[in-house]
């Protein structure tokens, strides 16, 4: 499918998203659409077992929400064909997605675009990243998550303090706070994605299904966590891929999973 905001990859079991709206991949109606449309395809894609989203090379992962457009739709924000309800869509596809997502921010990821990562199941950072939730600057409040999806990341403290100062984040102390995973060079960044892409991308799809939900249902529903386990480890148990890994770990072999 062509895209006019994105690039799109497959490769390795790993389909690839790279934001491409210059100069700073600010979140349009457009391309957080377009961002959508594609996870949605790789998630229906048998061949892909991972999906990585990216801003390239240059300065900015996401600048966040494109200001005209948004400011346009400040009276009626969640009328249809708006900015806000299209972002909502997109990071719920991604928050939901039966497939690991990981975002590797090149550089600066505010407002939407840091909302865009939270989305994501993993966040990998180059040195050069920066993440903030500075909506309340402009007298708004994050819409496409950050209130409900950072405190669940980083905690309540921390949160607020991101958003009810409006002050930018290095990688290094979205690191300590627990928000990314790792920190790298930024030459280093896309291939320590590839390397985290293809570790996901080997696991059988069942079980990493399975898991992905089970923590996403107990952060919804806390109180359910142990019936969410024992639902996830059924649905896991039953699969053919959990056959062949016990026989592979019997017979001292590397299994073969296929997805099933």
């Known amino acids: 499918m062509?895209?006019?905001?994105?690039?799109?990859?497959?490769?390795?079991?790993?389909?690839?998203?790279?934001?491409?709206r210059p100069k700073a991949n600010a979140l349009s109606l457009e391309l957080v659409t377009e961002i959508g449309s594609a996870v949605q395809n790789f998630i229906e894609d048998a061949e892909v077992r991972c999906i990585l989203i990216?801003?390239?090379?240059?300065?900015?992962?996401?600048?966040?929400?494109?200001?005209?457009?948004?400011?346009?739709?400040?009276?009626?924000?969640?009328?249809?064909?708006?900015?806000?309800p299209a972002g909502l869509k997109t990071?719920?596809?991604?928050?939901?997605?039966?497939?690991?997502?990981?975002?590797?921010?090149?550089g600066i990821a505010v407002g939407g675009g840091c909302e865009l990562t939270l989305a994501c199941h993993f966040r990998l950072a180059a040195d050069t990243a920066v993440f903030?939730?500075?909506?309340?600057?402009?007298?708004?409040?994050?819409?496409?998550?950050?209130?409900?999806?950072?405190?669940?990341?980083?905690?309540?403290?921390?949160?607020?303090?991101?958003?009810?100062?409006?002050?930018?984040?290095?990688?290094q102390e979205a690191l300590a706070s627990g928000l990314v995973l790792k920190v790298v060079p930024l030459p280093e960044l896309a291939n320590a994605a590839r390397e985290l892409a293809g570790a996901?991308?080997?696991?059988?799809?069942v079980a990493t299904r399975a898991i992905l939900r089970a923590v996403r249902e107990r952060a919804l529903q806390p109180d359910r966590g142990k019936a969410l386990e024992a639902e996830a480890f059924a649905e896991a148990a039953a699969s053919r891929d959990?056959?062949?890994?016990?026989?592979?770990?019997?017979?001292?072999?590397?299994?073969n999973f296929t997805g099933a």
């Open 2 to 20: 062509a895209y006019q905001f994105i690039l799109t990859d497959k490769a390795g079991g790993c389909g690839t998203i790279t934001l491409n």
């Open 200 to 205: 996901l991308a080997g696991k059988p799809a």
């Open 242 to 255: 959990a056959a062949e890994g016990v026989a592979a770990f019997i017979e001292k072999r590397p299994p």
């Open 91 to 106: 990071m719920d596809i991604i928050e939901n997605s039966p497939k690991p997502v990981i975002a590797a921010v090149n």
């Open 54 to 84: 990216t801003g390239g090379e240059g300065k900015f992962f996401s600048g966040g929400a494109d200001i005209p457009s948004l400011g346009s739709s400040l009276g009626a924000p969640f009328a249809e064909g708006q900015p806000l």
């Open 132 to 171: 903030g939730q500075p909506e309340i600057n402009l007298g708004i409040v994050p819409g496409w998550g950050g209130c409900h999806r950072l405190p669940r990341l980083i905690g309540e403290a921390r949160a607020l303090d991101w958003m009810l100062t409006g002050r930018m984040i290095n990688a």
